[in-house]
C-alpha cells in the first residue's frame, strides 16, 4: 500500500530474463503495484500491454545471449590463436602487454620447483604447506599458502607450457564458486605457449600421485583425472 507504481526508465534495464521479471512481474501485480517504463509508451496493466511487455523482455533477453555468445567466440578464437585474454597472471610467471609474452619469474620458480620437490618427497599437500609457511614463503598477494593452492598449482598444465582456455564453467553454489568440466572436444590447449618449468613426465607422475591420494574420496576427483594425458 505504499506504492502505486513502479517506473523505470526501459524495460531491459531492469531485466534481460524472461523468468526473472515474470517473478518480479508477478509480485507486483499482487500488490497492485503498476508497472511502468517511459521509452516504451503502453499500458501494463491490459492484456495487450502485458504481451507487448513479454514480447519486448524476449527480444532483450535473446540480445543478451547473442552478444554473449558472440563474445564467447571471440575469446576462445583469441585463445586458440596463442593470444592471452587477461585475468590472473600465473604464479612463476610475469607477463609483458606490449609484447604479449610470458616470462619467467626467478624468484617465483623457485617456489614452484619447491613446491614440487615437497609433494614427492612428502605426497602430502599438508605437509607441503606447512613446509613453506614454516620457511617464511608467501603468496604473491603475501598470503599463506594453503593445500588448495598448492593442489591447483600442481595439476595446472600451464607449468608444462600448456597454455588451456575454455575448459570449465563457474557454477556459483552458496557463496562459493564451483568449476564444472566442460566436454573435452571444447578445451582450447596450446602446447609450447611459454617456457615450460615443468617436464611433462614429472607433472604426470605429480598429477597421478594427487589422484592416487584421492581416489578414497567418491572414487577419486574427475577434475584430477581428466587432466592426466590428455596432452
Given amino acids: 500500500g505504499e506504492f502505486s507504481h513502479l517506473v523505470v526508465w526501459k524495460i531491459d534495464r531492469i531485466s534481460r530474463n524472461l523468468l526473472d521479471f515474470a517473478q518480479m512481474y508477478a509480485e507486483l501485480k499482487k500488490l497492485g503495484v503498476v508497472f511502468v517504463s517511459k521509452n516504451e509508451q503502453f499500458q501494463t496493466d491490459s492484456a495487450m500491454g502485458e504481451a507487448m511487455l513479454k514480447i519486448i523482455l524476449v527480444v532483450a533477453e535473446l540480445e543478451r545471449n547473442m552478444t554473449s555468445e558472440r563474445v564467447t567466440a571471440v575469446m576462445i578464437s583469441r585463445a ?8 590472473r597472471i600465473p604464479y612463476g610467471y610475469d607477463y609483458d602487454p606490449e609484447t604479449s609474452t610470458f616470462t619467467v619469474n626467478p624468484q617465483e620458480a623457485d617456489v614452484i620447483y619447491k613446491i614440487y620437490d615437497l609433494y614427492e618427497k612428502y605426497n602430502s599437500l599438508i605437509t607441503v604447506t606447512k613446509v613453506l609457511n614454516e620457511l617464511g614463503l608467501r603468496t604473491r598477494g603475501g598470503n599463506e599458502w594453503t593445500p588448495t593452492t598448492i593442489s591447483k598449482m600442481l595439476n595446472s598444465p600451464w607449468y608444462i607450457g600448456v597454455y588451456r582456455y575454455n575448459y570449465h564453467n563457474e557454477k556459483v553454489t552458496g557463496n562459493t564458486n564451483r568449476a564444472i568440466l566442460k566436454d573435452e572436444k571444447e578445451w582450447v590447449l ?3 605457449h611459454h617456457p615450460a618449468l615443468i617436464d611433462t613426465a614429472r607433472f604426470e607422475r605429480v598429477n597421478a600421485m594427487l589422484w592416487a591420494n584421492r ?17
Fill in 80 to 87: 586458440s590463436n596463442g593470444q592471452w585474454n587477461g585475468g
Fill in 190 to 192: 596450446l602446447e609450447d
Fill in 215 to 231: 581416489r578414497s574420496n567418491k572414487g577419486g576427483n574427475t577434475y584430477m583425472r581428466k587432466n592426466i594425458h590428455v596432452f
